[in-house]
């Protein structure tokens, strides 16, 4: 990650304690966006109109050690796309900011991770003979399905069928065989896991390694740029999902 400090995990920057199925949305009014050190701002953009589409209101967090003060009043908690190298939002995951997170879905709380989101959500990662210990708020390991930064526009089976979405070093998910309480959402054409739902205590996750929040404007310079069409619809129907009481296995 440090050795590419000038891409990205997600789109242009324009400036397990898995339990039982979820039982009631999460208690808070506003969709917490991650907006601090190496995220993306195109993606937090995006994901804001996302959020926006589903009638939240968004609140942004800029310092992760403001996390345990904000949980408490958010519906959904979101990491979008970021900076290549996730190793200071690693770090600023303190033990007892993580303790936090992990308190608020065992508790009915929803995170969504988009792209570097959903490598920190993961147990962790292998990149350049390092690992890396992630959140471990999802039963999978994570890694990069092309390791390298360029956009491309990918062919997703989602929800059985094929949309061309955009991808940007986005991390396929490596599912423990033993979890329960998941759903697999997408897959990338190689059969790997591409997004997928999954329960945590009360709570539910979701994670996507290609970008479904993408606008038109992200396109241009993508290999395959021609072929994108708008994934909108599915970055919304996943987050309803996500905010719903509903089981993950449906």
Known sequence: MAARTDAQ????????DIAAASTAPAAGSYAL??????AASG???????????????VKVVSNIEDLPRLL????????????????PL??????????????YLRNG?????????????STGWAENGASYTALGIIPAE?????????????PIRWLGETHQMYYQDGPVFYLNPAAENV????????????AFLSSYGRGKVAVSGPHPEASQSWIYGAANENSWTSSTPLAVDLLKELLSGDPVNL
């Not at 966006?33 to 190496?38: A, E, F, H, M, S």
């Not at 690693?90 to 308190?103: G, Q, R």
């Not at 994570?142 to 990918?154: A, F, T, V």
């Open 142 to 154: 994570s890694g990069s399905l092309l390791g390298e930064p360029d956009p491309r526009i990918l």
């Open 72 to 87: 408490p009043d958010a519906k959904v908690f979101i990491i979008g796309g970021t900076q290549d190298d996730l190793s």
């Open 90 to 103: 690693v770090a600023a995951f303190t033990p007892a900011v993580t303790a936090a997170l992990k308190d």
């Open 9 to 16: 995990r997600g789109g242009p920057d324009t400036s397990p």
């Open 33 to 38: 966006i991650y907006d601090g050190p190496v």
């Open 183 to 194: 759903r697999v959402i997408a897959r990338y054409a190689n059969g790997q896991v591409a």
């Open 109 to 121: 709380g929803r995170y969504l991770g988009v792209c570097g989101g959903g490598y920190m959500a």
């Open 43 to 57: 993606s937090t953009a995006g994901i804001s109109d996302i959020a926006a589409q589903v009638g939240l209101p």
